[in-house]
């Protein structure tokens, strides 16, 4: 074959190789698609609500008041808590120092420990509020407050919505109608704005917000902040 011959033939070769590729809007059309799913995929993933169901091996109740409590009713250290289910700083509180509070006090009986609700950071916090109370008719609260601070997504973007709520209770293993009946009828829609109006009224202006033995502290702090306050006041209380 000639060079001529030889040359003319790898041309037709490499064309006929590139008219075996797809155009190149076929393929920014393919990876958009792609894209598009994954995004979808992601977005669906971390929506998913995470199941988390809280060991509560601890006395647990409800005040005269109405309001959840755990421990100890007869200790000598009191501690009041103030949270706004759509607060991060909650979460982390309950995540890094309550769960540590819990085991080293609340557990052995050194603390009556009190849950007072200031849903402050708009209407999904007020909602899940009601539903926490809903939740503390069946004896859970403490289970569906972990759940609930487990499952954040950000301010008032839909998340706690009345369907996932009710899910949230379900997971938990509450009574799915008696539950929703419970929600959906605003039965501690006035209660939930007292406990708001009694936060005001103590000074409460952030979450998380605790009153350890009548004494206001404000925001959140290392765990070992908390161990020392306490076990100063244990000291004090022997």
Sequence with gaps: M???????????????????????????????????????????WSNRPTALIALVDYPRGITPDGYPYKGNP?????????????????????REVGARLDEKYVKPGKVYYIFRYFPFLGPESFRAAEAAACATEQGKFWEYEHMLLANQRGENVGWFSDDRLVSFATQLGLDRGAFQNCLLSGKYRDFIRKSVEAANQRGVQATPTLFINGEKIEGLYDVIFYETYIDTLLQQVQ
């Design 2 to 44: 000639s060079k001529r011959a030889s040359e003319f033939q790898k041309s037709q070769n490499r064309q006929a190789s590139l008219s075996k590729r797809p155009p190149l809007p076929f393929l920014l059309l393919l990876a958009a698609v792609l894209g598009a799913v994954a995004l979808i995929g992601y977005q669906v």
């Design 74 to 94: 007869e200790a000598k250290i009191i501690i009041e808590e103030y949270t706004d289910f759509q607060c991060p700083a909650c979460a982390r509180y309950a």
